[in-house]
Every structure is written in structure tokens, then in C-alpha cells.
């Protein structure tokens, strides 16, 4: 139905989501990437707005159209990720959906590197990404109240996620199961295991669901979380 149309429960709130992947370029015609559609982000940002919410949408190179109601701002790199959703706070609520590099090549080349012709193979060096979802976890004053990251994991799923939460500082995490038997890493569908503190007591299950109908739960989650 209609944006306009439904109740606003999160009216007045102000939310920035990234989404994507992220670009790290190795020359004028390289990159590193990965394999994140953006599909999950984009359906969260979209369904804030539903719900009433300010939203900015802080997305790496995706080829989805922008969801309706939403601000967005396009990045390439991880680095411009961080300086542009620290350019949104302060905000209410942040949710990290982004499949951030881990790394970036540390001296691009300004121009394309060539074969050499002799069998020398470049070696490239990287450098760590920032991690923002840790960044804005910790930022003081500025801190969203609500921070909400995602834990893409193999094995352990739940143990990892959790060290994940605890390390980054973040309110919750929406781990997932993207190992071989599920492969939902850029598919339709997620399977979350909502880590909603320390005390595994706080957990919630979710059904596997499509990416819209894992939006619409968290959004319902954040709503609730708003009003109690
Ligand atoms: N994240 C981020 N910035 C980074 C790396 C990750 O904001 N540089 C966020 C992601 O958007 C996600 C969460 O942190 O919400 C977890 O990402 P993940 O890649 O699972 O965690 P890492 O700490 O990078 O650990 P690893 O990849 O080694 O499992
Ligand atoms: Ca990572």
C-alpha cells in the first residue's frame, strides 16, 4: 500500500542503515568486493520509513532501485561508508546491514597495473577497514540509542554473534546461518537468530523468512522496543 498509508509508530525517530557491499579499489579499473546484494538493508531502510521514520540509506554499489521515502547517499569504500554515516548522527536508531571489506588495498595504483611480461605477479598489501559498526557503537554522545548490527557466520553461528555483540558494543545482533546448507549469502531468504544482549534470555528464533518479512520483524522488534 501507499508510503503515506498505515500507522507511524516510529514518527520522529531519525534511523541511518547501511547497506551493500563496499568497494576497494586496486587501480583506475579494480576493485575487491564481495557478494552482498544490498537486499536486506534496502528492505529495512524501507520498511523504517513505513513505519514513520527519518531514514538515510548508506549504501555501497548495489543494482536494487532506492526504496521509496528514503534518503540515500552512495558510497564506494568502507573509509567513505564510515565518513558519511557519521555525517547522519545524531541519530535515533542505526542498523548495520553493510558486508563492509574487512580490508582495503593499501597503496592503490594510480594508473592500471600491467603485466609485466617476465611472470611477476603483483603482490598486494592491505590495510584494515574501519569498523563501523563499532565506531558508532562507541561514540559517546553521539551514539544512537538503538544500535543494531548483523553477524554473517558459518559455524558456531550463535557463540560467534554473541562475541560479535560483545566486542563491538552494539545492542543487537541479527546473526545469520550463511553456510553451505543454507547459502543465503545474496539469496531471497534469512534465518535469524536475534541476539538482544548477554543473557541468552534475551534470544529470539525467527523462522527462516524472506529479506522483506525479516525487515518487517525487526522493524516490529524496534517498534516495541521504542514503546515499552
Ligand atoms: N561491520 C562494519 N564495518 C566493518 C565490518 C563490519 O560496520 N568494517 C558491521 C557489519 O555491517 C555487520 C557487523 O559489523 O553489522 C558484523 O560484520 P561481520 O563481517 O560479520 O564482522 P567482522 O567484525 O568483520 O568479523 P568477521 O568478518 O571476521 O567475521
Ligand atoms: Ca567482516
Same mark, same amino acid.
Given at each position: 500500500?501507499?508510503?503515506?498509508?498505515?500507522?507511524?509508530?516510529?514518527?520522529?525517530?531519525?534511523?541511518?542503515?547501511?547497506?551493500?557491499?563496499?568497494? $576497494?579499489?586496486?587501480?583506475?579499473?579494480?576493485?575487491?568486493?564481495? %557478494?552482498?546484494?544490498?537486499?536486506?538493508?534496502?528492505?529495512?531502510?524501507? $520498511?523504517?520509513?513505513?513505519?514513520?521514520?527519518?531514514?538515510?540509506?548508506? @549504501?555501497?554499489? !548495489?543494482?536494487? #532501485?532506492?526504496?521509496?521515502?528514503?534518503? !540515500?547517499?552512495?558510497?564506494?569504500?568502507?573509509? $567513505?561508508?564510515?565518513?558519511?554515516?557519521?555525517?547522519?548522527?545524531?541519530?535515533?536508531? /542505526?542498523?548495520?546491514?553493510?558486508?563492509?571489506?574487512?580490508? %582495503?588495498?593499501?597503496? %592503490?595504483?594510480?594508473?592500471?597495473?600491467?603485466?609485466?611480461?617476465?611472470?611477476?605477479?603483483? &603482490?598486494?598489501?592491505? /590495510?584494515?577497514?574501519?569498523?563501523?559498526?563499532?565506531?558508532? @557503537?562507541?561514540?559517546?554522545?553521539? %551514539?544512537?540509542?538503538?544500535?543494531?548490527?548483523?553477524?554473517?557466520?558459518?559455524?558456531? !553461528?550463535?557463540?560467534?554473534? +554473541? &562475541?560479535?555483540?560483545?566486542?563491538?558494543?552494539?545492542?543487537?545482533?541479527?546473526?545469520?546461518? !550463511?553456510?553451505? $546448507? *543454507?547459502?543465503?549469502?545474496?539469496?531471497?531468504?534469512?534465518?535469524?537468530?536475534?541476539?538482544?544482549?548477554?543473557?541468552? /534470555?534475551?534470544?529470539?528464533?525467527? #523462522?527462516?523468512?524472506?529479506? *522483506?518479512?525479516?525487515? +518487517?520483524?525487526?522493524? /516490529?522488534?524496534?517498534?516495541?522496543?521504542?514503546?515499552?
Amino acid at each position: 500500500f501507499a508510503l503515506q498509508d498505515g500507522p507511524k509508530p516510529l514518527a520522529g525517530k531519525k534511523a541511518v542503515v547501511t547497506s551493500g557491499p563496499t568497494h $576497494e579499489p586496486i587501480d583506475p579499473v579494480r576493485f575487491i568486493a564481495n %557478494r552482498s546484494s544490498g537486499k536486506q538493508g534496502h528492505a529495512i531502510a524501507a $520498511e523504517l520509513a513505513r513505519a514513520g521514520a527519518d531514514v538515510t540509506l548508506v @549504501s555501497g554499489p !548495489v543494482t536494487l #532501485p532506492n526504496p521509496a521515502g528514503v534518503r !540515500v547517499v552512495q558510497v564506494e569504500t568502507a573509509q $567513505e561508508m564510515l565518513a558519511a554515516v557519521q555525517g547522519q548522527l545524531p541519530a535515533d536508531i /542505526a542498523v548495520c546491514a553493510a558486508a563492509v571489506a574487512d580490508w %582495503r588495498v593499501l597503496h %592503490r595504483a594510480d594508473q592500471k597495473l600491467k603485466k609485466t611480461g617476465d611472470g611477476v605477479i603483483p &603482490a598486494l598489501q592491505f /590495510a584494515e577497514n574501519p569498523d563501523i559498526l563499532a565506531t558508532i @557503537s562507541t561514540a559517546g554522545p553521539n %551514539r544512537p540509542s538503538l544500535v543494531v548490527g548483523f553477524a554473517a557466520e558459518t559455524e558456531n !553461528v550463535v557463540d560467534h554473534a +554473541r &562475541a560479535k555483540r560483545d566486542r563491538k558494543g552494539c545492542d543487537w545482533i541479527l546473526a545469520n546461518n !550463511v553456510g553451505p $546448507e *543454507t547459502g543465503t549469502f545474496g539469496g531471497d531468504n534469512n534465518e535469524i537468530h536475534l541476539i538482544g544482549g548477554s543473557d541468552p /534470555a534475551r534470544d529470539e528464533i525467527w #523462522p527462516r523468512q524472506s529479506k *522483506t518479512a525479516v525487515a +518487517r520483524s525487526l522493524v /516490529a522488534r524496534i517498534t516495541r522496543h521504542f514503546n515499552s
